[in-house]
């Protein structure tokens, strides 16, 4: 027979769905910051997708033990609800206990038992948060539509509000607002459990978690420099761009000039470290207006552009600290705008070490602009005869390939297309990065910028490149125009006396390289005459990295692993080979193969323990398993893809995450809510999948085109914009998973909680998935991918067929 609250659903379970869902899509959000401040960013990619498993876990235990907890679906709600508060904070804390050490994993097997205990503590939330939303789903299946429609609508608004919130908070503050949040629905839904809920919940929030609850890998820079006798940190603040930490060490004082040449005979002033995220050294140089003290950086290799051009107008992309504004100033560039995407770091150097810092964003001729860089460039009609975009990354996460994740549109095609149209005649466009060994990002930025050039229509890009390296740093010139000949000469001057090796400039010979910095073989010199060469091709495939050129389509830049030189690297394991390994592309394929074999588990689990029910036993069970786990992929595929294509259009990560995120899953409940009005007609109608393809096929070709004709309008205009082109795309998206929940509640309730646990570990493995396709083939491919498997799934919709649960008519399963 029914139970007593599933006739109707009262207003309070829906309110506690929309909370938790808040509460849990911030802490997933909230839980990536964390782990990229202790960790890596990959590293904590890798563990929270792992991690969400814990939603197919709590799909599987109601899928087995649905009559029970259905008979107490109160009791176990506010339970779950409060357990998910006090397991966020706790098993938070006790991952950092664990003691996982990711760059040990290859030669410690005890580290591979720590990251599974990181793996079951993380799942520890997320297993309770779930379990009350797939609860819901079940004691109200004929209710799917306003669940569903509560779930991701309080999910878009948490996933928005922790953004939000990390420009007050400090991400462990953020964490006990959002265990008060999960307080709240266990209140909601049953009032009884205030007492112990605000009892336990207290306890968790005020005494569990201390205010300095982030522990650092002893591997990132800031744990490494307050190793050093003297350093201690002065101040920490917080942002969702990071968290930025400034270092003081009267005793030994920062000396930070990456790759300065040898040759110099100057002193580096005092500095204060800051660094992002735990990582990332950047300095504030003292400075009190003189540019003599500031003589050192005209011993860097970027400072190379200011000895060809006389005083130009500068812009500065990344700022930063504001050491490129004081190289800008040493050299007497006429006009500065200075951009940074972070206004805290720009408030750090301007006020709060303003008497130190000489405040290097006020100086003469400097502008300031708060922005991302390549939507600041896009946006603007003003021309430089410099564009410098110095380094932005530390050397080690850098060398150690974790970045490999991160999409990047600061260096694709694409990008440095738009650079050159703002150069003025005769103008350079300047790049540092690191040098690592066997070359890999210097490679890759000139393979892109040479098919910029082409791509610009330029006949020779080799007469209009200059590739210079130090013993720590490489600069790469691109010049909108033929180097001249007096240009050469000074290049050969300024690396001759700073011993400087000039890899390549046009015409160069092959007895000018690799003279100071010597290597086994010029191989920077080989790469770049390579790329230029007619066998450029050739060059790319046979190369043991990848460095065929970013474009904003695979924007993954930092991505150079390629599978075939795997065994090569392991082979040289005993001679110090694998730091050579990229790290990222391996964790990713590592995480979705253990994402599968879990999913699977997770799947074929209850059908083995119900074996002789009717969960086991109901026909029909396989077409509409592959329909919700087509939904899952379906959706992730689109919705991953399109906060990529926005993230260019909003010049800002955090906008596009924050603003496309919340929008697709507020119009996708709008529609769930909409959706009802065919759920009588026992099927997906056609009309849904046609408009999903017809909009995300539109848009493919329609975006770039839009994009680039209103990139100059105000924030505020772009993003009512966005939210105008989402609307109708997540609006359909949102409907047919709430239509095929609905119509599995009608014909076999049995199996609402194995379908729901079903879409949510495919929806995490192909969230992994989804980057995995779009390093290889570009996010136009997965948004392709998507439209096809929402049409699978339209040939998937479950049918009559399905065997009824034993004993019942089917109007009392409809109302189970």
């Not at 074999?597 to 509409?624: D, F, H, Q, V, Y």
């Amino acid at each position: 027979m029914p139970h007593p609250h599933s006739a109707t659903l009262a207003g309070s379970p829906l309110l506690a769905v929309s909370v938790l869902s808040a509460a849990a899509l911030g802490y997933e959000i909230l839980l990536t910051r964390m782990l990229s401040i202790i960790q890596w960013h990959h590293f904590a990619y890798m563990m929270i997708s792992v991690a969400l498993l814990g939603y197919g876990v709590a799909g599987a235990c109601v899928a087995v033990a649905k009559n029970w907890l259905l008979a107490r679906y109160r009791q176990v709600f506010a339970a779950a609800a409060a357990l998910f508060g006090i397991s966020a904070i706790a098993c938070f804390l006790a991952v950092q206990e664990i003691g996982f050490n990711p760059l040990e994993i290859l030669w410690d097997p005890g580290q591979l038992l720590r990251l599974a205990g990181v793996y079951a503590l993380l799942a520890v939330p997320f297993f309770f948060a779930a379990l009350c939303v797939c609860l819901t789903f079940t004691s109200f299946p004929a209710e799917a539509h306003r669940v569903y429609s509560a779930d991701i609508v309080g999910a878009g608004i948490g996933s928005m509000g922790v953004i939000l919130a990390l420009y007050a908070l400090m991400p462990v503050a953020a964490l006990k607002l959002l265990c008060l949040l999960a307080l709240l629905a266990s209140v909601l839904v049953w009032r009884k459990a205030i007492g112990a809920g605000l009892a336990c919940a207290a306890a968790a929030i005020l005494l569990l978690l201390p205010a300095e609850a982030l522990r650092l890998s002893d591997y990132k820079d800031l744990p490494v420099a307050l190793r050093a006798q003297g350093a201690r940190i002065i101040s920490e603040k917080s942002s969702p761009l990071g968290l930025i930490t400034v270092v003081e060490n009267n005793r030994i004082p920062f000396r930070h000039a990456p790759g300065m040449s040898l040759n110099a005979a100057v002193d580096i002033p005092a500095q204060l470290g800051v660094f992002t995220d735990g990582d990332g050294l950047s300095p504030i140089t003292r400075f009190d207006g003189r540019r003599e003290p500031l003589a050192y950086l005209d011993f860097l290799t970027s400072a190379l552009p200011y000895h060809l051009l006389h005083q130009p107008d500068v812009l500065v992309l990344g700022a930063g600290t504001g050491s490129d504004l004081l190289q800008a100033y040493y050299h007497r560039a006429s006009r500065v705008d200075a951009v940074e995407i972070n206004p805290q770091m720009v408030d750090l150097v301007q006020r709060r070490y303003g008497s130190y810092s000489g405040q290097p964003y006020s100086l003469p001729g400097v502008s300031t602009h708060i922005g991302e860089a390549r939507g600041f460039v896009a946006g603007s009609r003003a021309s430089w005869g410099l564009i410098q975009i110095a380094l932005l990354d530390s050397f080690g996460a850098s060398s150690a390939g974790l970045h490999a994740l991160s999409e990047n549109y600061l260096y694709t095609v694409e990008g440095l297309r738009e650079y050159l149209r703002h150069l003025t005649p005769g103008g350079l466009l300047a790049f540092t990065r690191w040098v690592s060994l066997p070359p890999r990002d210097t490679l890759k930025l000139f393979a892109t910028a040479v098919a910029a050039l082409r791509q610009s229509g330029v006949a020779d890009p080799a007469a209009q490149l200059v590739l210079v390296r130090g013993w720590k740093t490489a600069t790469l010139l691109v010049k909108n125009g033929a180097f001249a000949v007096q240009e050469i000469a000074l290049i050969r001057k300024f690396c001759r006396a700073r011993s400087f090796d000039v890899d390549y400039f046009p015409g160069i010979g092959a007895d000018e390289v690799n003279r100071y910095n010597q290597l086994d073989r010029p191989y920077f010199h080989e790469g770049a005459m390579a790329l230029l060469g007619a066998e450029s091709g050739d060059f790319l495939a046979r190369y043991k990295f990848n460095v065929a050129p970013a474009t904003d389509d695979n924007p993954y830049f930092f991505h150079f692993f390629k599978w075939r030189s795997l065994p090569e690297f392991f082979r040289l394991k005993e001679q110090g080979g694998l730091p050579l390994l990229e790290w990222g592309y391996p964790i990713l394929a590592a995480t979705l193969l253990q994402a599968v074999l879990a999913s699977a588990a997770l799947i074929l689990l209850p059908l083995w323990l119900a074996r002789k029910s009717e969960l086991a036993n109901a026909t029909g069970r396989s077409r509409a398993g592959g329909y919700f786990a087509l939904l899952g992929c379906a959706f992730m595929f689109l919705e991953i893809a399109y906060i990529q294509k926005f993230i260019l259009f909003l010049s800002h990560p955090l906008y596009a995450v924050g603003v496309v995120l919340c929008a697709f899953l507020i119009f996708a409940g709008l529609g769930s809510r909409y959706a009802l009005r065919w759920e009588h007609e026992g099927r997906l109608p056609p009309v849904v999948v046609a408009a999903i393809s017809a909009i995300a096929a539109v848009y493919l070709a329609l975006l770039p085109v839009l994009f680039a004709d209103m990139i100059a309008l105000p924030d505020w205009a772009r993003i009512a914009l966005s939210l105008a082109l989402i609307a109708p795309l997540a609006f359909f998206m949102g409907m047919p998973f709430p239509l095929g929940m609905a119509r599995m509640g009608r014909i076999a309730p049995q199996l609402v909680p194995w379908l729901w646990g079903i879409n949510a570990c495919t929806s995490v493995v192909s969230a992994i998935l989804a980057t995995l396709l779009a390093i290889h083939l570009g996010f136009n491919a997965v948004v392709l991918a998507g439209i096809g498997m929402y049409w699978l799934a339209l040939k998937m919709f479950p049918r009559d067929g399905v065997k009824p649960l034993s004993g019942l008519s089917q109007r009392e399963q409809g109302s189970q």
